[in-house]
């Protein structure tokens, strides 16, 4: 439903987005995350066709972006990230207006905005003007906006920033719900939020996928945490070359103790190497257990990774 191949804007010497490919199929809500200034604005400006790409290709809905813009349109709802609304309006009479716009039938118009003020939870405020709404209404608007024509795929920008703790999880249910026949795209900073309602997250880091993956139980990698009687560097040292292990991501030292969080390679359990390592030169382990790593250590990896390879490169 969204297939985007190393797709590109730049703004001057500024790679706002650099060879984005990533895609999402109908039925899938995908979690565009990543830092302040990542690109995901940037990105879903392309796809929903109001910013033209330097290069590269995308097609939402099996359509072309650059080829076919006014058919992406029709095909897809979108919520910018900040809503531009006609703050003199009334909310129904602004919603009619835009089903008008977005060619939905004047037989259909009452019953289809009945829907969408049913859906946001907007009957309290449908006659009030929409300038002298709260943000977290106006953000409910712009979210009714987006459904008005049925669209196949939604690409939302930040669609609970603003909304109260009620709202946003009515909003995370909508959603849920909507991606079931859908396709869904959104960005977000709560992590959680990912968590809740995304089988599948892609984070950008200057303009860069930095990691795309599914938020099954599975994909989540595995951490060991070992507690090891004896010297810090040595064990972390041996540690690192047990097999199955990638890399040591944590030691600490308490007393004479050292507490090693190590993660592992893909679908590999190395507590067994590790065992055999530190007691093989003497070091008595006291813990030794597993956990998944969360999307925050994943996320905080990736994007910190990307942070020590210099970030935006310009000109490239
Ligand atoms: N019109 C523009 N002219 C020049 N640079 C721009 C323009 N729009 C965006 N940029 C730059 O492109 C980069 C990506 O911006 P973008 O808005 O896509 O980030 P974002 O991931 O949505 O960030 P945020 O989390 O803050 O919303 C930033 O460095 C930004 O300054
Ligand atoms: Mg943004």
């Not at 049913?118 to 009714?144: F, H, N, P, W």
């Not at 249910?173 to 977000?188: F, K, P, Q, W, Y």
């Not at 030691?251 to 590790?274: N, S, V």
Request: with cysteine.
């Amino acid at each position: 439903m969204i297939e985007v191949d190393r797709l590109t804007k730049r703004y001057g010497a500024c790679k706002a987005v650099a060879g984005v490919s990533f895609s999402a199929d109908r039925g899938e809500v995908v979690g565009l995350l990543g830092p302040n200034g990542a690109g995901k604005t940037t990105t879903m400006r392309m796809l929903t066709t109001y910013l033209a790409p330097t290069s590269g290709r995308a097609r939402v809905a099996g359509k072309d972006v650059l080829d076919e813009p006014l058919e992406v349109r029709k095909r897809v709802g979108y919520l910018p990230e900040s809503v531009p609304l006609y703050v003199e309006m009334r909310v129904r009479e602004y919603l009619s207006h835009r089903a008008a716009l977005k060619d939905v039938p004047r037989s259909r118009r009452r019953s289809v905005v009945a829907s969408v003020v049913e859906r946001c939870r907007l009957g309290d405020v449908e006659t009030r003007i929409i300038g002298q709404l709260s943000r977290g209404y106006r953000q409910r608007v712009g979210l009714a906006d987006a459904l008005l024509h049925d669209p196949e795929v939604l690409i939302l920008d930040e669609p609970t920033s603003g909304l109260d703790p009620i709202q946003i999880r009515e909003v995370r249910n909508l959603i849920v719900e909507l991606g079931e026949a859908h396709s869904v795209l959104l960005s977000t900073h709560i992590l959680s939020e990912v968590e809740a309602v995304c089988g599948r997250v892609v984070v950008i880091a200057s303009g860069r996928i930095v990691l795309d993956e599914p938020l099954d139980e599975q994909s989540s990698r595995v951490l060991a945490v070992v507690e090891a009687r004896g010297p810090i560097d040595a064990i972390r040292a041996a540690a690192e070359t047990a097999a199955g292990v990638e890399r040591v991501t944590r030691a600490e030292r308490d007393g004479d103790h050292a507490t090693l969080e190590i993660l592992a390679r893909e679908g590999q359990d190395p507590r067994e190497a590790i065992s055999m390592k530190l007691a093989g030169n003497g070091w008595p382990i006291r813990r030794l257990d597993l956990r998944r790593s969360s999307l925050e250590e994943r996320f905080t990896r990736a994007v910190s990774q990307d942070a020590l390879k210099g970030g935006r490169r310009e000109g490239e």
